[in-house]
């Protein structure tokens, strides 16, 4: 079973294959097989597809953290 877990809201790309797609993580549900976990990711076209964990990477935004750690100082 897979240990990753991305939450609602969160950004993340798809990782591998032969094109990219980043965009939030709208949804999640296990399949019937009760441990097999998938996302439903939109982008900013509202397109939706549906990935398992281990076809994903979290997005880290590093200009919004720039700006937390200039507030902080």
Do not use: P
Not at 43 to 61: F, T
């Amino acid at each position: 079973m897979d240990q990753t877990i991305f939450l609602k809201h969160n950004k993340v790309e798809k990782v591998g294959g032969d094109y990219q797609f980043v965009g939030h993580v709208v949804a999640s549900f296990f399949k019937l097989n009760q441990t097999s976990m998938r996302y439903v990711v939109e982008d900013d076209r509202g397109v939706l597809h549906i990935y398992s964990a281990k076809n994903l990477r979290l997005v880290v935004n590093t200009e919004t953290e720039n700006k937390t750690n200039e507030n902080k100082q």
